[in-house]
């Protein structure tokens, strides 16, 4: 099978890891991808979210079926562009990714569905944003209603704070807070059969004890061992077949990976949001500890036969992720300082480059590094993530000390 990947970051490292170890992998070209990719797969420069340029990049390469990694180009409508050359692609239509692109969308759908969430409204002036604060009242939920790259929610017990980032994004969905523990459940589909994979936890806030503002995410874990039993099918009784029989009745089916981010709070499971492809970092996990062959179960979502497709099989144990982040991340992040210690096993590259004049690796993004590591148990998962960390050199760089520790100490608890 040749596969082409569309994206560059930490997502898409780990999902080329896992396709170049598919036995039925014969190539596998990335674009643009970074220098992680570049040891597993041929690198092509070419724009992820331009639909002409991918839809006509695999056309060249002959590709089997292409997997569109991030957010934007499915947005932009890369999946509808090659499947009108007629190619497989893994990721859903421009329309069916507004699960991701409007979280207004997202709540309409939800509503028709009966799909359970948290109430909200859509607000586009400082009335009806004040309005709708002071209706739920604090911990204040503001959420920019398009793509923010995971760094579009507010959650802040300061109102004037969820009025200024309301006044920022312009058009916000206002949602009342939902306490508990969250949970990322990835669900592979074709539409209509759904296939989950194992529940993660990521970690959002910069700092430790989930200090600070909002980033695209600094660290993750799975499986979880606090998770109520039933969770998952519980979810995709409730709320993923209610959504994607949804979408089938407007028109815009939904096929791809449905990334359904839930709160587990004292009435259940409810849905904080959906987004249209896999989770960065939290991927790189729960791949680690994915043992079915990638391409074929992407292959199967992509050409109608998942219910066909044999039962998923796992490693046992566990599987940690540390992101190692550039100085001044999530703000302002520094690039272009030299990275060592970043060539051994585990080590997945998010925002790297090469520098031209000697091939040296450079930080190049907010999200430098993910220190990837499976154990025994998820202690020993942590232990040995950790260790990856603290063998990778990067100037004024910083990460979270405190990834999967409350879940190694029992010191989770689900809501009565």
């Known amino acids: 099978m040749r596969v082409l990947l569309v994206g560059g970051g930490g997502r898409e490292h780990a999902l080329a890891l896992r396709l170049a170890d598919d036995p039925s992998l014969e190539q596998l070209v990335a674009a643009p991808g970074n220098p992680g990719i570049a040891e597993v797969a041929e690198l092509r420069d070419v724009a992820p ?103 579009g929610v507010v959650v802040t017990e300061d109102r004037d704070a969820a009025l200024r980032h309301a006044a920022e994004c312009g058009r916000v969905v206002v949602e009342e807070y939902l306490a508990g523990p969250e949970v990322s459940l990835f669900v592979v589909t074709d539409g209509e059969a759904a296939v989950p994979l194992l529940p993660a936890q990521d970690f959002k806030r910069v700092g430790d ?76 996990v729960v791949l680690a500890l994915l043992e079915t062959p990638l391409a074929g179960l992407l292959h199967a979502a992509a050409t109608g036969t998942l219910a066909e497709h044999p039962p998923l099989r796992w490693r046992t144990g566990a599987a940690v992720t540390v992101v190692l982040a550039a100085e001044g991340y999530p703000a302002q992040p520094r690039t272009g300082d030299v990275i060592t210690g970043a060539d051994r096993p585990g080590v997945i590259h998010s925002g790297t480059a090469r520098r031209a004049a000697d091939g040296a690796l450079l930080s190049a993004g907010g999200r430098v590094l993910c220190a990837t590591a499976t154990g025994s148990d998820l202690a020993a998962a942590r232990g040995a993530a950790y260790q990856l960390v603290r063998g990778i050199t990067l100037a004024g760089s910083h990460h979270r000390s405190d990834i999967a520790a409350a879940a190694v100490d029992g010191r989770i608890a689900v809501p009565d």
């Not at 990694?69 to 893994?90: M, N, Q, S, T, Y």
């Not at 695209?216 to 959504?243: F, N």
Request: with cysteine; net charge negative.
């Open 49 to 151: 979210a331009d639909p002409a340029a991918v839809a006509g990049l695999a056309v060249e390469v002959g590709a089997d079926l292409v997997v569109i990694g991030p957010e934007a180009p499915l947005v932009a409508g890369v999946a509808d562009a090659v499947r009108a050359k007629g190619i497989p692609v893994f990721g859903p239509s421009a329309e069916a990714a507004r699960l991701e692109g409007s979280k207004t969308f997202a709540k309409d759908v939800m509503t028709a569905a009966a799909v359970p969430t948290a109430r909200a409204y859509t607000c586009t002036n400082e009335s009806g944003t004040a309005a709708a604060l002071d209706e739920f009242g604090p911990p204040y939920v503001v959420k920019n209603d398009g793509l923010a790259a995971g760094k």
């Open 209 to 284: 004890g989930d200090a600070g503002p909002n980033t695209g995410g600094m660290g993750a874990y799975a499986p979880l061992p606090w998770a109520p039993p039933g969770l998952v099918d519980e979810v995709i009784r409730d709320v993923v077949h209610p959504t994607l029989a949804e979408m089938r009745r407007r028109g815009t089916p939904f096929a791809g990976l449905l990334y359904v981010g839930l709160a587990i709070t004292a009435d259940g499971p409810r849905v904080i949001e959906f987004n249209a492809r896999f989770g960065d970092p939290e991927t790189q």
